[in-house]
């Protein structure tokens, strides 16, 4: 528990101990006019212009750029490391958490759109040089391109774990 000096005012004294209990980092900064986020990553090599939402985003949400304002840092400040700023980061990902206004991006907050869903019905290959084996399977969890998740063979019941793919499929390995 922080004390505080009796001399702080209550308002002050609860907007600190707010902050400081939401645990993110407000972005130093101010906001760039006459900018769009689109054309916020060509500005990126001119000087400390980052990505910040202009609204709560919530998690499971889909990160939009129209979600998200430019901001120019204040002189002299630089933003913290592990956060997501530019367009390309964020783009198309999706909170893992709530994102506040005004706020940096963790990047541990954000993560790929899922590919395959849990329960959807996908193709399952096995490749070993030129013999390919493939089957239908069931998601028990779901998974973004290059995740390693775990399917269950319909015809056999065997559960399996395999990588999804970028169109969807899961590729299966000898173990």
Avoid at 25 to 52: D, H
Avoid at 61 to 69: C, D, M, N, P, S
Avoid at 89 to 96: I, M, P
Avoid at 152 to 166: E, F, H, P, Q, W
Wanted: hydrophobic share 45%; with cysteine; proline share 6%.
């Amino acid at each position: 528990m922080m004390i505080l000096p009796i001399s702080c005012s209550a308002f002050p004294r609860i907007a600190l101990l707010v902050a400081l209990m939401a645990g993110s980092m407000p972005a130093v900064a101010q906001e760039s006019t006459g900018q769009s986020a689109t054309q916020i990553s060509t500005n990126q090599a001119a000087g400390e212009v980052v990505l910040i939402p202009n609204r709560v985003i919530y998690p499971g949400e889909l990160i939009e750029l129209a979600a998200l304002k430019p901001v120019t840092l204040i002189p002299g400040k630089h933003k913290p490391d592990a956060v997501a700023t530019r367009a390309e980061e964020l783009n198309g990902k999706v909170a893992k958490r709530t994102l506040l206004p005004g706020r940096y991006i963790p990047t541990s907050a954000i993560r790929d759109a899922w590919l395959v869903e849990q329960g959807a019905a996908v193709q399952v290959f096995f490749t070993a040089g030129t013999l390919t084996i493939s089957a239908t399977a069931v998601t028990l969890e779901p998974g973004a391109a290059g995740d390693l998740i775990k399917v269950r063979n319909s015809d056999s019941g065997k559960i399996l774990s395999g990588t999804v793919m970028a169109d969807g499929t899961i590729r299966v390995s000898a173990s």
